[in-house]
Structures are given as structure tokens and as C-alpha cells.
């Protein structure tokens, strides 16, 4: 069992709806999973929580990020390897991360390809993967054994 599950097991209810929540943001959305992994390493890159990261890199593998995309997302903005989509999305997620709400800029960029479902279903999994992030980031868990071993 994951460090985070079980230091949310302290509060039953709580780590249910964690749970919940967690299976209905990946496996009920219309939200393409690249995008949805990717706006979570977004997320997990701005706020540095290293657990985030490890623990979804095999996801975003899986949905589809290349390993140049992975190596490029700290520069993001002008490596070659990601879309005009794409680059809106982390744009988003890097916006609603630092200022708390998206710009303009970043509003518009993911409006032009996301119909209003998939913008409510990224700013959903933005903000919940930001309150993860602050979770962990502030509780201080150690990294997962397994998740370190995602790192190569």
C-alpha cells in the first residue's frame, strides 16, 4: 500500500473519497489520459513533489508520453517534442499551480482544442493532484521503494 494511503487510513472516510475520486479523475472522464498525465507532471513539477512525479510516471508512459517528452518537460515552453496542445495544457496546469487560477492565456490555449467537459475535467484533476501535492509535500512522506525505481 502506498505511503499517501496509508497515511490518509488515519482519517477511513476521507481515504475512501481520496480513493474514489482518484479512480473516477482517471478511468470516467473524456479527458484524453496524455493530457490528464501529463497536466499531473505539470503539476507535480511546479510544486516539486518528487512522489507525484515517480508515481505517475509509469502512468503517463502508459497513456502514451515519450521518454524525450519526460526529459523535456522542464523546459517545456520550447522543446520540440510536445504539441500546441500539449503545451497548453502544462501552460494550464502551470497557471493554476502558481496563481491559483489560469490566465487568460492559459484559459484560451486549452479552450481552443478541449470541449467544456474536458476543461472541467482538467481543472478538476489540476486542482485535486495540486491539493496532493501540498499533502505530501507537507506531511513528508518518504518515496515509495517502488516508486524510485520508476525513475529510469
Not at 512525479?53 to 508520453?65: E, S, V
Request: proline share 4%; with cysteine.
Amino acid at each position: 500500500m502506498p505511503s499517501l494511503y496509508r497515511a490518509l487510513a488515519h482519517s477511513p472516510a476521507l481515504l475512501r473519497e481520496f480513493i474514489s475520486m482518484t479512480a473516477t479523475l482517471r478511468s470516467e472522464t473524456e479527458l484524453d489520459p496524455k493530457l490528464r498525465e501529463l497536466a499531473i507532471l505539470g503539476v507535480a513539477q511546479s510544486t516539486g513533489a518528487a512522489t507525484q512525479w515517480l508515481a505517475h510516471l509509469p502512468l503517463a508512459r502508459a497513456a502514451g508520453l515519450t521518454e524525450e517528452q519526460i526529459d523535456g518537460l522542464a523546459v517545456w515552453e520550447r522543446h520540440p517534442a510536445f504539441s500546441r496542445e500539449e503545451r497548453a495544457v502544462l501552460r494550464f496546469a502551470e497557471s493554476v499551480t502558481r496563481d491559483v487560477g489560469a490566465s487568460r492565456e492559459a484559459w484560451d490555449g486549452v479552450r481552443t482544442f478541449l470541449n467544456e467537459r474536458e476543461c472541467v475535467e482538467l481543472t478538476l484533476t489540476v486542482g485535486f493532484y495540486n491539493m496532493v501535492s501540498r499533502f505530501l509535500e507537507t506531511v513528508d512522506l518518504d518515496i515509495d521503494p517502488e516508486y524510485a525505481l520508476n525513475r529510469g
